[in-house]
Structures are given as C-alpha cells and as structure tokens.
C-alpha cells in the first residue's frame, strides 16, 4: 500500500475520515500534491520539513493558535504550548 492508497482508506472508513490528514512526501511534484488532495488529504508538505513548518501546519489545520516566539524545539513535541 502507498500514501496515496492509505490516505484513501482513512477517508473511507467511517471511525477515519474527519481525521485532517497532512501528508508529507519527497516529491514536490504537481501529480504527487494532486494526488494527495484528491485522496483527502487537508495540505501536503514536502520532505525535508523542519519541525517547526510541521508544528505551524498541524496548526493551522487544527485552526490552533500560533505560539508567539518559535522558540521551543521538537523534543518539546510531547508538551506543545497552548
């Protein structure tokens, strides 16, 4: 199964699909991004992603407020602010 096949059976399946799916891929290809909007996909970022761009994505889709200062790292992951 590839991301594409996998996203698609998350929107199927009635206990998955209003789960906001964020997909990251390595291919910043037009047919890739496309591919994965199509499948249900909310937005799409392509690999390398620096943590900080996750964290501000998975915000913004969780429509979560910013932090004021980017200063905390990914090993903070655990305890995101509020």
Do not use: Y
């Not at 996998?6 to 390595?26: D, E």
């Not at 037009?30 to 970022?45: D, F, I, Q, R, Y």
């Not at 200063?71 to 995101?80: D, I, N, Q, R, Y």
Request: net charge positive.
């Amino acid at each position: 199964m590839n991301g594409v096949q996998f996203w698609r059976s998350l929107k199927q399946q009635q206990r998955t699909q209003q789960i906001p799916v964020i997909a990251m891929t390595g291919s910043a290809s037009e047919s890739e991004v496309e591919a994965a909007k199509n499948a249900g996909c909310v937005s799409v970022l392509t690999e390398p992603c620096s943590p900080e761009a996750l964290l501000a994505e998975i915000r913004r889709v969780l429509a979560l407020p910013q932090p004021r200062a980017a200063s905390w790292t990914a090993s903070a992951v655990g305890s995101l602010p509020s």
